[in-house]
Nanobody, 124 residues
Framework: QVQLVESGGGLVQAGGSLRLSCAASRRSVSSYGMGWFRQAPGKERAIVASINRSGTGTYYSDSVKGRFTISRDNAKNTIYLQMSSLEPEDTAVYYC?????????????????WGQGTQVTVSS
């Protein structure tokens, strides 16, 4: 089973940028579609972005489209989420997840493997 560890979270001012990383181990990340989800206090976990195995297909939620970019480096076994123009509404715990389904998946129920999460806090 693949293990996922997120990093790169922190405190940033509104308008700033952060890059999250998700390092995979035990299995090659190229065997999985990958996604970033987030959960804010009192809210359900929601998709942020996802990417297929080859990196040729992506999905973004409407709330982050044009501001966030998901990418993958299969050679480094790592997934990234570049976040720009951050807003206080982006404050949440961000989770990396892996799915064995093909294609670009955006439903959390399709993902079997999850990291422990990394906190992103955007101050106004």
């Amino acid at each position: 089973q693949v293990q996922l560890v997120e990093s790169g979270g922190g405190l940033v001012q509104a308008g700033g940028s952060l890059r999250l990383s998700c390092a995979a181990s035990r299995r090659s990340v190229s065997s999985y579609g990958m996604g970033w989800f987030r959960q804010a206090p009192g809210k359900e976990r929601a998709i942020v972005a996802s990417i297929n195995r080859s990196g040729t297909g992506t999905y973004y939620s409407d709330s982050v489209k044009g501001r966030f970019t998901i990418s993958r480096d299969n050679a480094k076994n790592t997934i990234y989420l570049q976040m720009s123009s951050l807003e206080p509404e982006d404050t949440a715990v961000y989770y990396c997840a892996a799915t064995t389904y093909y294609g670009v998946r955006y439903a959390s129920r399709d993902y079997s493997y999850w990291g422990q999460g990394t906190q992103v806090t955007v101050s106004s």
